[in-house]
């Protein structure tokens, strides 16, 4: 097997040491490319360098490790000449609910702080899994965007995770919580663009939902809207049968979708009834629309 590369991501310094060090002893022949400390830093340095195998900390300033890694998905070139996706192994501090949702979607972890035995575990199974990946006879280097959807199914499924455990915490004031369990969110409290009045929005009223800074967007037929309350929040409280998460910033009405076509580049783009704007489908949630 030629060498093996390896990028971690940790902000905390003596982590990142600790976890390279037990990684020297653990694995003399992986090649460690660079070591950041955030999640942005962590796409952008993987998309130049392409390890084999990324090493993510699920706590991250800007970005969670999952979210990076979604990210990076995203970016990830494919075609002719692309390498395989990295191997990715979450770095977490000992937490039940981390633990559970990596082990059911077969993802390898390290817990903090990092423990010789354990992380042999992860680097044996990293390692089957790299091996699995070298061709028998030699085969045309082309990477299809299919080979992508392992890691992209494991990534939908943990930020779905993620999302039901941050519906356990107090929501924020912008939006009231659901009537019901079962009725879902009936009532947005949102203030126009610009403006100062609050309304209430009915759920019904509402064609997509879009972050922009430290806002969300709501739209509507004629309308936009203002809420602070986080996507991840919203996305808990609302029927994910209605609105059908298209990318990780955007959820949209799915009877509000008209046209979906697929660009010059290859990328899907929605059109909807009521509104002028087409909007990107990311890979994450291509699947959607796989049948249509």
Do not use: C, N
Request: no cysteine; proline share 7%; glycine share 6%.
């Amino acid at each position: 097997m030629p060498d093996i590369t390896a990028l971690i991501a940790e902000d905390e310094p003596l982590l990142a040491l600790a976890l390279q060090t037990e990684l020297q002893r653990q694995w003399p022949g992986l090649r460690l490319l660079a070591t950041v400390g955030d999640g942005l830093s962590a796409v952008r340095q993987a998309l130049q360098l392409r390890p084999d195998v990324l090493f993510l900390d699920i706590r991250m300033p800007g970005q969670s490790g999952i979210e990076a890694a979604a990210e990076l998905a995203e970016q990830w070139p494919t075609g002719a000449g692309a390498p395989p996706f990295p191997a990715l192994v979450f770095v977490t501090a000992y937490d039940q609910y981390a633990v559970q949702a990596f082990e059911a979607q077969a993802v390898d972890y390290v817990l903090k702080p990092v423990q010789g035995a354990r992380l042999l575990k992860t680097v044996q199974r990293v390692q089957q899994v790299l091996a699995g990946r070298q061709p028998s006879a030699p085969q045309p280097q082309t990477v299809p965007a299919d080979l992508l959807e392992p890691a992209l199914a494991q990534l939908r499924q943990l930020l779905a995770a993620q999302i039901g455990q941050h519906g356990a915490e107090p929501a924020a004031v912008a939006v009231p919580p659901p009537a019901s369990s079962a009725g879902g969110l009936k009532v947005i409290q949102a203030s126009l663009s610009g403006g100062s009045s609050i309304r209430l929005v009915p759920i019904e009223e509402v064609v997509y939902f879009e972050a922009a800074d430290k806002y969300v967007r709501v739209l509507t037929d004629q309308e936009e809207y203002l809420i602070r309350t986080p996507l991840k929040e919203l996305i808990a409280q609302l029927d994910t049968q209605v609105f059908w998460q298209i990318h990780r910033g955007t959820l949209v009405r799915a009877s509000a979708i008209d046209t979906v076509t697929r660009d010059e580049a290859g990328k899907l783009r929605i059109s909807l009834r009521g509104r002028a704007e087409r909007l990107g489908v990311s890979r994450l949630y291509a699947h959607l629309f796989k049948a249509m």
